[in-house]
């Protein structure tokens, strides 16, 4: 009798441990964090904390909205780069936590780029999507994915690529830059054109009231994925989530006129807002620079029209951003209506740079420049703390180690960046670690035992990124310290002192002076572009200092 009745009292014991540790258990997960990625296309760091010019000539910031919840409300890492700086390689190396030479997409097209690399290769089904999702996210992604998603307009792609739980994407390559007639593939069935498909010729927007008559009625793209992603986190319940928001903004549309498409709300509200003219704009003097970049068609100073050109695709990259700048607000205000923004990381950043004027270089982004390759990067969430500012540099490889982290999952691939957690929690700490640059335009040897026999498809000529005024080039580089050093294939080489020369100016690369430093960069970049996994990680030895003078 008396062992019945100590058999029961057991097994109730256990019973209560057990609920006691489910109870625990779901605590946990409803304890995790969330996460917001708004990532735009091709801004630069002078179209993000800047102030335009209205029409009434009051001064303006461009993005109020992400000032005031992002910058203001978190950190901001003035030194993040994207090393590859190009769409579909850093995309891909935001969601991999790796090096392009690791993750195997280093182009926009061919069998090496974009969409069919991003299949062919290991990060199909090993990303941070994935990996969030069987941790227990739910997974969401709204807006551009990989280049040549789909035909250019036909066929469009019912592809769902493997991790994502809601999937509003881009259906056709062309889709992906054009504001109005884009296609969408939304959980694998493809929609008609959306919005009106020839606005370019003929003057059709969306009406005025816009974006508030509702997305049947409004069909700008920037505001449908805003709106998407806003209903998307108000049905999320309490489930931990992860969502991804890819705009188009401010990358060019694919038709005319240049640059990319205001929403009717704000066109023409920066005609009055005077160009850039960012440190090293229309460069006087460039004969240090390689010589493929003096024998192109950036070796003439910039003309009178080139200026007017590049001051008009500023103003409507300013018009356009205002629409992202309206989509961080909404989303923001979804977290918070929902009791989610506590316990939620926001990051905002863009997956490369552009030129505007810099080097006589008036657009494109396949060069080792800072215009390039620096790109904004705020995030705010749990543990951070409100207006604070690191100046470690970090790299895009370095996102999904930090999602990682946070989120308590597990990555089923070596990744070669870390977490950034640290320097937020320190905003003074430093380190050694390097940080790889790489471009494979052609066919290279760059990539240590990597030598492909094919050739590299061209960029499509309606890229209003494609120009001859950035020309590709093979090269490999590092960013350490003080210094940012480059190898090109053909041989030519390239060393800045950034803390003394920001803008680039001052190519030393062929300094007797700096002979020591060129020995001590080429052996870290030597072990650097060959790495894997830790080994991108290790930190360099004390470098040494330029020399006086």
């Given at each position: ?220 793209h920037t505001d449908s994925m805003s709106q998407q992603a806003e209903a998307a986190i108000r049905k999320t319940g309490k489930r931990p989530f992860y969502l991804q928001i890819d705009y188009h903004t401010p990358h060019g549309d694919s038709r005319p006129p240049i640059g990319p498409e205001p929403p009717p709300r704000y066109y023409d509200t920066a005609l009055r807002t005077p160009g850039p003219r960012p440190p090293g704009f229309n460069e006087a003097d460039i004969t240090d620079k390689p010589q493929f970049l003096q024998e192109a068609d950036a070796a003439a100073p910039l003309s009178s029209g080139e200026i ?242």
């Open positions: 009798m008396m062992r019945r009745i100590l058999v029961a009292l057991l097994a109730g014991g256990c019973l209560a441990l057990a609920s006691a540790g489910l109870l625990a258990s779901g605590a946990s997960a409803a304890a995790r964090p969330s996460f917001v990625v708004i990532q735009t296309d091709d801004q630069p760091r002078n179209e993000f904390d800047r102030r335009f010019r209205d029409l009434y000539d009051n001064w303006r910031q461009i993005m109020p909205r992400t000032m005031a919840l992002m910058r203001d409300k978190g950190i901001t890492f003035t030194q993040y780069m994207t090393p590859f700086s190009l769409c579909a390689p850093s995309r891909a190396t935001l969601l991999s936590g790796r090096y392009a030479q690791n993750h195997g997409v280093i182009r926009i097209g061919g069998p090496r780029g974009g969409w069919a690399a991003w299949q062919s290769n290991q990060i199909m089904h090993e990303n941070l999507a994935v990996w969030l999702q069987r941790a227990g996210y739910r997974t969401l992604h709204f807006g551009k994915f990989m280049n040549n998603y789909g035909g250019p307009d036909e066929p469009a792609e019912t592809v769902v690529p493997p991790g994502w739980d809601r999937w509003v994407t881009d259906a056709t390559d062309n889709s992906t830059r054009e504001f109005y007639g884009y296609r969408q593939n939304i959980d694998g069935k493809v929609t008609e054109r959306l919005g009106w498909p020839y606005y370019d010729q003929l003057g059709g927007r969306d009406p005025d009231g816009c974006p508030w008559l509702g997305i049947e009625i409004c069909n700008y007017r050109q590049l001051d008009t695709q500023y103003r409507k990259s300013v018009e356009a951003l205002r629409s992202v700048d309206d989509g961080v607000g909404w989303i923001i205000k979804a977290l918070r209506e929902t009791g989610r923004l506590a316990n939620t990381y926001v990051i905002f950043t863009s997956d490369n740079g552009f030129f505007t004027g810099q080097h006589r270089i008036t657009r494109g982004k396949l060069l080792p420049y800072d215009p390039a390759i620096r790109v904004p990067f705020v995030i705010r969430g749990p543990g951070i703390k409100p207006g604070t500012k690191s100046y470690e540099p970090v790299a895009n490889q370095d996102v999904a180690p930090t999602i990682v982290k946070l989120a308590g999952a597990r990555a089923a691939l070596t990744m070669d960046g870390r977490s950034m957690k640290r320097f937020w929690l320190d905003p003074r700490r430093r380190s050694r670690r390097p940080i790889l640059l790489s471009s494979y335009a052609t066919i290279t040897r760059l990539i240590p035992g990597d030598y492909p026999d094919e050739p590299a498809d061209p960029e499509p000529t309606g890229d209003a990124s494609a120009s001859v005024k950035s020309p590709n080039q093979n090269f490999v580089g590092i960013r350490l310290g003080p210094y940012k050093y480059i190898r090109y294939e053909n041989g030519e080489q390239e060393l800045y002192v950034l803390k003394d020369d920001p803008a680039e100016l001052e190519n030393r690369a062929s300094d007797p002076a700096y002979r020591r430093i060129i020995r001590y960069l080429d052996t870290q970049l030597e072990a650097l572009r060959g790495c894997k996994g830790q080994t991108c990680r290790n930190w360099a030895p004390p470098w040494p200092q330029p020399p006086a003078g």
